[in-house]
């Protein structure tokens, strides 16, 4: 018997994680829906973002779990869904007027072909801009960082990128560079952090349709997960509460004050975003009480993930898709964003079942 059973969630690519999300829904007699956006797989698939109910369909409280809005971080996301559908939740039966609700695959572009953006190279939780927002700007410093970020070429066997960043760090400090970086920015496509210039696809399917689910809706909490910040096998609740404030106090005692943390642009494991989903998803239903909870599992050091990022990026625009760079980078950003290590695989995959059983008792209790 394997000493790591949970790393037996993962699925190898989208079209199997899709089919084992549904098969582990219907076998929990979870109401399905399914929304294509108009885009293909590597196969020529269709791709769509899938929906699963647990519980009253027309819930007072929800708990909602979702997977994949960086695409490639989907493998852990479906993963954690897979998880709770074939084993967790067996037999849990949602109170009355309580649901869980799943949302599988928020950007299906990316997790089938192995990106952390979508088809316009979106950082999905950079384009969730309010309406009084524009699609413009960069963060202080990216267009400085651009030709280190984002050069035109495809990536080389072999370049000086760390030394260059480590005096980048040296000369700017880590939070400044951080935020410069990962801030979000709407002035280079082509570039790493893009928000887009309009709202994505994902962002129409949420808007049209996150209001038919949750219009009776008083609490909700919303577990959406992620990979690739923090010390590896650790996690953190990133939550939009200010340090000290009566929400961030209460989300830290029912998930652990260790693990829950505000947005912190200067002290923190984060960095401050524009454009994030959690703060739309809050703005959308400002009759509700609506706890985001970002949760984001640590791989490797953050330089790690932006060279794997640059390196996908570079081969994405500029090289071929079967070329041994390409291939090479694909990997490697896998790797980043879901670990092949089965260790890693069933110790988070593990501590996120427990966050969203602490989130079901959360609108239970």
């Not at 549904?22 to 020529?44: I, T």
Request: hydrophobic share 40%.
């Amino acid at each position: 018997m394997s000493r790591t059973p949970l790393a037996a969630s993962f699925s190898p690519d989208y079209t199997s994680a899709r089919a084992r999300f549904r098969a582990g829904a219907l076998a929990l007699g979870c109401q399905m829906a399914s929304w294509p956006v108009d885009q293909k797989g590597p196969d020529g698939q269709e791709l769509t973002i899938d929906l699963a109910i647990l519980g009253d369909p027309n819930p007072k409280r929800a708990v909602i779990v979702s997977s994949g809005l960086h695409g490639v971080e989907g493998f852990f996301g479906s993963a954690v869904q897979a998880a709770l559908l074939e084993e967790t939740l067996g037999g849990f039966h949602p109170g009355p007027g309580t649901a869980v609700i799943f949302l599988h695959a928020l950007n299906p572009f990316g997790f089938a072909w192995v990106r952390r953006v979508n088809e316009e190279n979106m950082d999905l939780n950079r384009n969730f801009l309010r309406s009084d927002e524009q699609y413009t700007g960069a963060p202080d410093g990216y267009a400085e960082l651009d030709p280190l970020l984002n050069p035109p070429s495809p990536p080389p066997a072999f370049e000086l990128f760390l030394p260059r960043v480590g005096w980048m760090i040296l000369r700017q400090g880590m939070p400044a560079l951080k935020n410069a970086v990962a801030g979000g920015q709407y002035e280079f496509p082509q570039g790493l952090f893009f928000g887009g210039h309009s709202p994505s696809k994902t962002a129409q399917v949420l808007d049209a349709e996150l209001p038919k689910l949750l219009g009776g809706c008083e609490r909700v909490v919303h577990v959406d997960f992620h990979t690739g910040l923090g010390k590896r096998s650790t996690y953190k609740l990133f939550v939009d509460h200010e340090w000290g404030s009566d929400g961030a106090e209460a989300l830290a005692k029912a998930f652990g004050a260790d693990v829950v943390e505000p947005w912190e642009p200067e002290e923190g494991v984060s960095y401050a975003i524009r454009g994030g989903m959690g703060s739309w998803c809050k703005a959308r239903f400002p009759n509700m009480t609506y706890d985001v909870l970002a949760a984001e599992f640590g791989t490797t050091h953050v330089v790690n993930v932006i060279r794997a990022l640059r390196d996908e990026n570079r081969a994405w625009q500029w090289g071929k898709r079967d070329d041994v760079a390409s291939i090479r980078a694909t990997a490697a950003l896998r790797e980043a964003f879901a670990p092949g290590d089965p260790e890693w695989r069933h110790a988070c995959v593990e501590q996120a079942v427990h966050v969203v059983e602490q989130a079901i008792e959360v609108i239970s209790a």
